[in-house]
T-cell receptor, first 111, second 116 residues
Framework: AQSVTQPDIHITVSEGASLELRCNYS??????LFWYVQSPGQGLQLLLK??????LVQGIKGFEAEFKRSQSSFNLRKPSVHWSDAAEYFC?????????FGAGTTVTVRA | SAVISQKPSRDICQRGTSLTIQCQVD?????MFWYRQQPGQSLTLIAT?????????ESGFVIDKFPISRPNLTFSTLTVSNMSPEDSSIYLC?????????????FGPGTRLTVL
């Protein structure tokens, strides 16, 4: 069965600094991978997705993620964090349309 | 993407009662899903809401506790029955949209349920 691990429960970053969130997956075939963001009191918003092709995918809000099959990873990055990026971030893998989510990483942005 | 709304946005309920959550999407979709997000936890799939047939439940979730309706391609309801404090969670619906080679789930804003 597929699974997703997000090793970092909580990350604190200064505004303007770079951010990288880790995601490792376990899946037998070519994975369909997603990053979602959940702002406080909000639903989930899709940041980006990987299905095939270019392993570096661009998303909304200046985020990007790189798929590395050899490392079973799909890490999310942003070069310069804004205070509005404070939220919880979920990595997910799809299997026959069903999503399995990681535990999430909470990002705190300090001024 | 799609515009997805849920009602109610939040509720506080007494144990032993039931609450029905509605999910409305602005376009016809084949697949709708219901998730639960317990406090401080990730999302867990409850079931797939099938139009015209019974919902498909994931392991650990049963129809008697979480009956689901899907009367058409734009609407679904989830009922949380005979509630206990352990049912306090955020419940989210999602829809699957196909776009070329990519199928992506989009989520509603969620219903925050507190059971006293």
């Amino acid at each position: 069965a597929q699974s997703v691990t997000q090793p970092d429960i909580h990350i604190t970053v200064s505004e303007g600094a770079s951010l990288e969130l880790r995601c490792n997956y376990s899946y037998g075939a070519t994975p369909y991978l997603f990053w979602y963001v959940q702002s406080p009191g909000q639903g989930l918003q899709l940041l980006l997705k990987y299905f095939s092709g270019d392993t570096l995918v661009q998303g909304i809000k200046g985020f990007e993620a790189e798929f590395k099959r050899s490392q079973s990873s799909f890490n999310l990055r942003k070069p310069s964090v804004h205070w509005s990026d404070a939220a919880e971030y979920f990595c997910a893998v799809a299997d026959d349309y069903k999503l399995s989510f990681g535990a999430g990483t909470t990002v705190t942005v300090r001024a | 993407s799609a515009v997805i709304s849920q009602k109610p946005s939040r509720d506080i309920c007494q144990r032993g009662t039931s609450l029905t959550i509605q999910c409305q999407v602005d376009s016809q979709v084949t697949m709708m899903f219901w998730y639960r997000q317990q406090p401080g936890q990730s999302l867990t799939l409850i079931a797939t809401a099938n139009q015209g047939s019974e919902a498909t439940y994931e392991s650990g979730f049963v129809i008697d506790k979480f009956p689901i309706s899907r009367p058409n391609l734009t609407f679904s309801t989830l009922t949380v029955s005979n509630m206990s404090p352990e049912d306090s969670s955020i419940y989210l619906c999602s829809v699957l949209l196909a776009g070329g080679a990519t199928d992506t789930q989009y989520f509603g804003p969620g219903t925050r349920l507190t059971v006293l």
